[in-house]
T-cell receptor, first 112, second 113 residues
Framework: DQQVKQNSPSLSVQEGRISILNCDYT??????FLWYKKYPAEGPTFLISISSIKDKNEDGRFTVFLNKSAKHLSLHIVPSQPGDSAVYFCAARKTSGSRLTFGEGTQLTVNP | DAGVTQSPTHLIKTRGQQVTLRCSPK?????VSWYQQALGQGPQFIFQYYEEEERQRGNFPDRFSGHQFPNYSSELNVNALLLGDSALYLCASSLGGLGLGYTFGSGTRLTVV
């Protein structure tokens, strides 16, 4: 039962353009959503998060949008930089617990 | 300030053997969670330790067990290894058992042959 799903295994964009990474979830009990970035041979690092009571959160070049009715969230990176090339994971936390449920990840490649 | 430290970084074991992975949490953190990341998949929650007790457990068999020590470090033990146990094992530390503020280690790559 894949409760958090990232349908695009990979995404390639040009430097300076916008990168949009998508994530869908099925469990209505999720109350907090997070994005992690992972480089090879490193652990995931926290990027940005959003509470279920909000629909947008910004941090510099990164913005996360949440559409609760559609059970969909997206991460926008503007402008994209080559250093952003990594695997991006969407994760969610249930109201009652602290474990994170991750999606499968999307490999982002930003071309110079 | 040291982050989360995991050892060893790589390990090769034979089917049926037992393995122990180790994790030292980030300074100031008291909760350790373990995740398994199979190739091409996202991390999957194994269990969480807080105050030296297993507080939550994911959908993993009893072959997976753990321990937390008084200094908050933790071990993950896997018995009767299967080929399917080959994965990257990630340790994440946090404060107070919350799912926020996780800091992940770089992981232990386990290969079962």
């Amino acid at each position: 039962d894949q409760q958090v799903k990232q349908n695009s295994p990979s995404l390639s964009v040009q430097e300076g353009r916008i990168s949009i990474l998508n994530c869908d979830y099925t469990n209505s009990m999720f109350d907090y959503f997070l994005w992690y970035k992972k480089y090879p041979a490193e652990g995931p690092t926290f990027l940005i998060s959003i509470s279920s009571i909000k629909d947008k959160n910004e941090d510099g070049r990164f913005t996360v949008f949440l559409n609760k009715s559609a059970k969909h969230l997206s991460l926008h990176i503007v402008p994209s930089q080559p250093g952003d090339s990594a695997v991006y994971f969407c994760a969610a936390r249930k109201t009652s617990g602290s474990r994170l449920t991750f999606g499968e990840g999307t490999q982002l490649t930003v071309n110079p | 300030d040291a982050g989360v430290t995991q050892s060893p970084t790589h390990l090769i074991k034979t089917r049926g053997q037992q393995v122990t992975l180790r994790c030292s949490p980030k300074s100031g953190h008291d909760t350790v969670s373990w995740y398994q990341q199979a190739l091409g998949q996202g991390p999957q929650f194994i269990f969480q330790y807080y105050e030296e007790e297993e507080r939550q457990r994911g959908n993993f068999p009893d072959r997976f067990s753990g321990h937390q020590f008084p200094n908050y470090s933790s071990e993950l033990n896997v018995n009767a290894l299967l080929l399917g146990d080959s994965a990257l094992y990630l340790c994440a530390s946090s404060l107070g058992g919350l799912g926020l503020g996780y800091t992940f280690g770089s992981g232990t790559r386990l290969t079962v042959v």
